[in-house]
C-alpha cells in the first residue's frame, strides 16, 4: 500500500426485509431493500506493532489491540475474525487503526452487522492494495455472519454489499428495481432488543417438533414473496402493502411477534397504512409500515414519536458497499 499515511474510507447500507424473513434460512425466497443507514469503517496506515479498533459507539474512548494472547469483547467478535483471516501474522511496516461506526440501530433487525462486515472487509482490501470484487467481499462478510448468527441466511451480507433491492433464494440474488418515489417506507424501532441467533435457534427448535407445520408457513411465505416480486415491479403499492401483512400473520403464526410489535401495527394501521410487519428476526426489533399519502405518514410518524418509538422515513440506498475515501 501506499506509505503516505491516507485514510481509506468505506461505508455499507444497512436493510429491510419486505419478505421472506425466517423462510429464507431455509432455502426459501425473501425480499431485502438496502437503506440509507450505514455503517462506516476507516483505516488509518499506523507504525504502532499490531492492529487497532476503535467502535466508539460501543466503547467509547477505547482502543484494543490484536494480538495473539488478547481476545476481544465478545461483541467485536465477528471484527476481529475478520482481521485476524485478513491479516495473518506477519511482519509489516504499517499496521491499520481501525475505527468502526454506525448509523444503523444494533440489535433491530435492520442489518447492522452485516454492514460493519462489509465496510470493514472493503477497507481492508484497500489497506492491503486487494483488488477489490463485491463476490469476494461478499463472501467473506457471509463467514463473518456465521461467527454472531450461526447459520443466517447470507440475506443480510448481501444486500449489504449490492444494495438496491434484491429477491433472495438459496444464496442466489436477483435485482429488483424498488420505486420510492410515490410511497413511503417507514420504519418503527420498538427498542426492544432482541438476538438474531436465538430467535433463529427458537424458530428452528419449533420446526423440529412440528416440520409439516412450519414448512407449510414458509410454503405460503414463499408464495408472499414470488407475488411480491412482481407487485414491485409494478409498482403497485396496495398490494404490496396486503402482502406485507399477510406475511405479518404467517410471522406471528411462526411465534415470532411481540405486544410491542402489536402496538405498533395498531397505530399504523390507524394511520391507514397501506400494509405493515415486523422486518428481520422479530420478537422486538422494528416494524416497516408503507404508505402513499406523505401528510399521513408524517402523522403516523408524529403519533409513533409521543408514544415513545422511533420512527422515520428511510431512503432506500441504491448503493451497496461505497467507498468514501477522501484524497487530499
Ligand atoms: C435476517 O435479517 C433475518 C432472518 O431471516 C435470519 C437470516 O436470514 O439469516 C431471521
Known sequence: MDMDNESISYSAPGKIILFGEHAVVYGYAAIAIAVELRAKCTIVPSLSKNPSILTPDLFPNKSFTINKDTSLPSSLRAIEFVIREMLPSKKRTQYPRIEITSEIPPSAGLGSSAAVAVSLISSLHAFLNINSNLDEINRMAFEAEKIIHGSPSGIDNTISTFGGGIYYENEVKRKILIDDKSCFFVIVNSLIPRNTKDVVEKV??????????????????????????????????ERIGTLMSENQNLLEKLGVGHPELTK????????????RKLTGAGEGGCIVALFDDYQKTQQAINTLKEKGFQAFI???????????????
Open 204 to 237: 428452528k427448535q419449533r420446526r423440529d417438533k412440528n416440520k409439516q407445520e412450519i414448512d407449510q408457513i414458509y410454503e405460503e411465505i414463499q408464495s408472499i414473496s414470488t407475488q411480491g416480486e412482481m407487485s414491485l415491479k409494478k409498482g403497485d403499492h
Open 264 to 275: 405498533i401495527i395498531r397505530l399504523v394501521d390507524k394511520h391507514d397504512a397501506l400494509g
Open 314 to 328: 428511510t431512503n432506500i440506498s441504491s448503493e451497496g458497499v461505497r467507498n468514501e475515501t477522501e484524497h487530499v
